[in-house]
């Protein structure tokens, strides 16, 4: 079956920190999808990308879809507290309508 | 709109012992599914349904049914508990099965099976 595998699993940091981490997958996909989950909450879309090479941006969030369509990166710039939190990356092949979700990376942040 | 709500949000279940998991969405949408999450792991899809009256198996679907009886209501039912189930449940809508991308998670329901 399909294959997402995330890193790192977690990530301690000071605030004001740069963050990346990056999902790879075992086949192509053609959308690639990040989300993050607050402590007690269900996981809440930030950035969706359809398109190899495609680098999209959500405040201080980016995300590229990577040109071998076997990866994607998610980038924080100056980390807050409040960006504490799991990301999740998720992807979607062309055979398949379901989604198939990474394990998470784990981020504190430490004020 | 509340969007997605999900009860119980807690539940401690003794092994086959049987429960339902409710979720409900009020922004009409067509599809809906449920997802669990279990510690070092991804999301990973138990049913889903794209319309009142339609439902179909996902990636882990052993142990769980569903109905769909109207648009709003998805219950997940666990007619026998097993510790294997202890896991936290995430349901999702979004308008439609090709519009996934954008679904809503509800705050999800935290099953515990002894």
Redesign the interface.
């Known amino acids: 079956g399909q294959q997402l595998n995330q890193s790192p699993q977690s990530m301690f940091i000071q605030e004001g920190e740069d963050v990346s981490m990056n999902c790879t997958s075992s086949s192509i996909f053609n959308t690639w999808l990040w989300y993050k989950q607050d402590p007690g909450e269900g996981p809440v879309l930030l950035i969706a990308l359809y398109k190899a090479g495609e680098l999209t941006s959500n405040g201080r969030l980016t995300a590229q879809f990577g040109i071998t369509r076997k990866d994607s990166f998610l980038n924080i710039s100056a980390s807050i507290p409040s960006d504490v939190g799991i990301y999740f990356c998720a992807g979607r092949d062309t055979g398949r309508r379901a989604l198939t979700f990474g394990s998470g990376t784990r981020l504190q942040v430490q004020p | 709109n509340a969007g997605?709500t999900q009860t119980p949000k807690f539940q401690v279940l003794k092994t086959g012992q049987s429960m339902t998991l409710q979720c409900a969405q009020d922004m009409n949408h067509e599809y809906m599914s449920w997802y669990r999450q279990d510690p070092?792991?991804?999301?990973?899809?138990i049913h889903?349904s794209v319309g009142a009256g339609i439902t179909d198996q996902?990636?882990v679907p052993n142990g769980y049914n569903v109905s769909r009886s109207t648009t709003e209501d998805f219950p997940l039912r666990l007619l026998s508990a097993a510790p294997s189930q202890t896991s936290v449940y995430?349901c999702?809508s979004s308008y439609s099965?090709a519009s996934?991308?954008?679904?809503?998670?509800?705050?999800?329901t935290r099953l515990t099976v002894l």
Do not use: C, H
């Open positions: 997605v070092g792991m991804g999301l990973r899809l889903y996902g990636e995430f999702a099965q996934t991308d954008t679904q809503y998670f509800g705050p999800g």
